[in-house]
């Protein structure tokens, strides 16, 4: 499958939106070059605030800047995010001021900065604050659809954007809704329920899995908050077993979330993929790492398996 | 303009505007200070009433704030509480949210909403919260109480004013605990890079916070040579003097390629004799006795003035 990185996708989706949407501002802590919001500031300099490392006082002027009108994307590493993490819940969520949070590099996809640079709890509290939308962006065309539709969604929204090259899996006629997770293949004994860049591998898993002859649905579930429980809660009644797959923690994340609707309306087997309670470790690249702590693509299909067996006892 | 002044420079500097001016009259009337300290007291009174009403609420740091509140929301600032979001308002935040029911006396008698709704403070339903929220009270720009974010908030604001080619001023009150905290200094960083003229952050400092004297927990002097040294044209008063309050606020507006600050030296709990300097005053309320005390010692001033 044709490749394309995800974080230019954005950066480039984000200067074109910024020409159609004079009240897109833009505010970037000394990673510009990095989370690809370059292309913004030689568009718009006179709307982009580069404030260097001062990660709280970027999300505080991000808000200001909210209060005055404008849509400010504030921007850096997922992890660095975290640092701001009472900014976000007191300024952003609880104000409910219009600001978008940019969490980059997410997951483990800076392999090579090691495990002070991955992220593996963002979307577990992202996610618990009240008033806040969650979203991840699986594909380079999904990045970029992403840019207007979390622009125009009104309020705190915190996107995740990976810094890797993924595969493409949608055409341009695709549109992304907040709220909506997106059947990628259908399937019959088992749902892959999966965010980021392992929804790719669990199309490459459902693949295998049809050789075996296990039917397996691929859902591409970019909206983690608010979650499209009607299509999860549909996805149970049909399987009887889900598998859910992230590039973050089985704690709090998509796993998480789907738990929870799972546990709530509709109870059926379901296996985790993600990182498992543990922090993990610098790599060569990020495909080596992801398979190295259980996210590769022989995982899920295992995990596939056992949700299959689980119920059929 | 920019270099740290004492008290008496001050009154050079007012001179100096006094010419610049062409006005040789008193700078501000001595009716309108009389005015303006009157609502100061009835603002004490209003708040010390909240706090005891509700049996919560931060005395000290309201007390010390109540001419800097009452010269920005009476006098200087170009509000309308008829059209709460005008464009072109100038906006105050209130960073060291902690000090709200002075800012809600304040935003009630000067027509935000009506004052009976003071006596709803911190009830469930109620638009006044236990530290200031946007959302719900006309009046309240920026949600407030968790210390540290006024500064940064208040260059976002100023950003957002000159992309939109606003013409306002943004204001913020922190607290001199507060100043504590790092992303205060790393707002005013980004102040300073963007020469934010329209922002001027005052700096309440009573020299007490919740747990002690500021100098004792984490000392921050000097806040007025940290200031300059962040680029800001730096003025230090008596904050609870209200002809130097008003000359500063003027004098913070002709300063036209940096930020300013200002340095209010002020009294903690000041107005009510064994309120004042006491770090045990920082968030307690009066009881009946306390209450009654508090409250004829600020008659007894009011009547003074």
């Keep these: 499958m044709k490749k394309a990185s995800i974080r230019k996708a954005y950066g480039q989706a984000l200067a074109d939106y910024g020409d159609l949407n004079p009240d897109v501002a833009v505010v970037v802590a000394d990673v510009s070059s990095s989370v690809q919001t370059k292309f913004f500031a030689e568009k718009f300099p006179e709307r982009f605030f580069n404030v260097g490392i001062t990660e709280q006082a970027m999300v505080d002027v991000a808000v200001g800047l909210a209060l005055g009108g404008m849509i400010p994307f504030a921007n850096t590493f997922a992890v660095l995010f975290l640092r701001a993490a009472e900014q976000i819940r007191t300024c952003v969520a609880y104000a409910k ?175 985790r993929i993600g990182v498992r309670d543990t922090f993990t470790e610098t790599s060569l690249s990020y495909d080596e790492l992801l398979d190295h702590y259980g996210m590769g693509i022989e995982d899920i299909i295992e995990a596939a398996r056992q949700a299959v067996e689980r119920k059929g006892k | 303009m920019n270099q740290i002044t004492q008290k008496p420079l001050i009154f050079i500097f007012t001179l100096l505007i006094f010419d610049m001016r062409g006005n040789n009259m008193a700078y501000h009337s001595e009716q309108l200070v009389k005015e303006l300290d009157e609502i100061a007291q009835s603002l004490r009174m209003d708040a010390l009433e909240m706090i005891y009403r509700r049996q919560a609420g931060h005395p000290g740091g309201s007390l010390s704030a109540a001419e800097i509140i009452t010269a920005l929301l009476f006098h ?47 009830h469930i339903g109620s638009r006044l919260q236990g530290h200031p929220d946007r959302l719900k009270t006309p009046g309240v720009e920026m949600t407030s109480g968790m210390e540290g974010h006024g500064v940064a908030v208040g260059v976002g604001l100023c950003l957002s004013a000159r992309i939109k080619n606003l013409n306002y001023d943004v204001y913020v009150l922190v607290g001199d605990g507060e100043c504590q905290c790092g992303v205060i200094w790393e707002g005013a960083m980004i102040a300073s890079k963007y020469r934010l003229s ?29 200031w300059k040294a962040f680029n800001f044209a730096t003025f230090e008063i008596d904050g609870n003097n209200m002809w130097e309050v008003l000359d500063v606020l003027d004098m913070a507006k002709e300063i036209h390629n940096k930020p300013t600050a200002i340095i209010a030296h002020t009294t903690k709990g000041k107005g009510v004799s064994f309120m004042e300097n006491k770090s045990a005053w920082h968030g307690r309320p009066p009881n009946d006795e306390e209450y009654a005390r508090a409250i004829s010692e600020l008659k007894r001033r009011l009547s003074k003035e």
């Design chain 2, 198 to 226: 329209e922002l001027t952050v005052i700096v309440d400092h009573n020299h007490v916070q919740l747990d002690g004297p500021v100098h004792e927990i984490l000392p921050v002097d000097s806040l007025a040579d940290k």
């Design chain 1, 97 to 271: 001021t219009n600001v978008k949070i940019v969490g980059s590099y997410s997951g483990l996809s800076n392999f090579k900065d090691g495990p002070t640079h991955h992220v593996e709890c963002d979307i577990a509290i992202m996610r618990s604050m009240p008033n806040m939308t969650v979203v991840e962006a699986a594909d380079a065309v999904e990045a970029r659809k992403m840019v207007p539709a979390v622009a125009e969604h009104d309020g705190p929204v915190y996107l995740r954007i990976s810094r890797t090259d993924a595969p493409i899996l949608f055409d341009e006629s695709y549109e992304v809704k907040i709220g909506k997770g997106a059947v990628l293949r259908d399937g019959s004994e088992v749902a892959l329920i999966a965010s980021g860049v392992m929804v790719s591998r669990c199309l490459e898993a459902a693949e295998k899995l049809e050789k075996e002859g296990i039917d397996a649905y691929v859902v591409d579930m970019s909206s983690i908050k608010p979650l499209d429980t009607d299509l999860v809660w549909k996805l149970a009644r049909e399987t009887g077993a889900i598998v859910t797959a992230e590039d973050h923690s089985i704690i709090g994340g998509l796993g998480g979330a789907v738990a929870e609707a799972l546990g709530e309306k509709s109870p059926v087997y379901l296996e």
């Design chain 2, 76 to 122: 200087h600032l170009r509000i309308d509480p008829k059209n709460p979001n005008w464009e072109e308002r100038d906006r105050f935040i209130l960073s060291k949210g902690h000090a709200c029911s002075l800012l809600y006396a304040a935003l009630a008698r000067r027509g935000f909403f009506p004052r009976e709704e003071l006596q709803t403070w911190g």
